[in-house]
């Protein structure tokens, strides 16, 4: 299994960026996938989460964290085995490194700095 994030950088407050992560060694269109953060001293959260949607009566679902909502939106391309965390908005708080998780594999992680 291999997850490998880019899309990270530096940005100034209101501003936009796009994390990619494309995904390999696995099935995976059939597992959820997760965006998480970790600032400097804090511990990791979950950012955003969308189902498989392997189910077609189901459809994709999403979930992201409150301090999120609105600003962020996650998608993916189950043909292309990538998950993308569209990051609008930005603040200063959002600084952190940006991981993606499937099951109990991670990335490498790819670093957002929100500053001016």
Not at 81 to 109: F, I
Request: proline share 3%; aromatic share 8%; charged share 15%.
């Amino acid at each position: 299994v291999q997850l490998v994030e880019s899309g990270g950088g530096l940005v100034q407050p209101g501003g936009s960026l796009r994390l990619s992560c494309a995904a390999s060694g696995f099935t995976f269109s059939s597992y959820v996938m997760s965006w998480y953060r970790q600032a400097p001293g804090k511990e990791r959260e979950l950012v955003a989460a969308i189902t498989s949607g392997s189910e077609i009566s189901a459809g994709e679902m999403t979930n992201y964290a409150d301090s999120v909502k609105g600003r962020f939106s996650i998608s993916r391309d189950n043909a292309k085995n990538t998950v993308a965390l569209q990051m609008n908005s930005l603040k200063p708080e959002d600084t952190a490194v940006y991981y993606c998780r499937s099951s109990n594999h991670w990335g490498q992680g790819t670093q957002v700095t929100v500053s001016s």
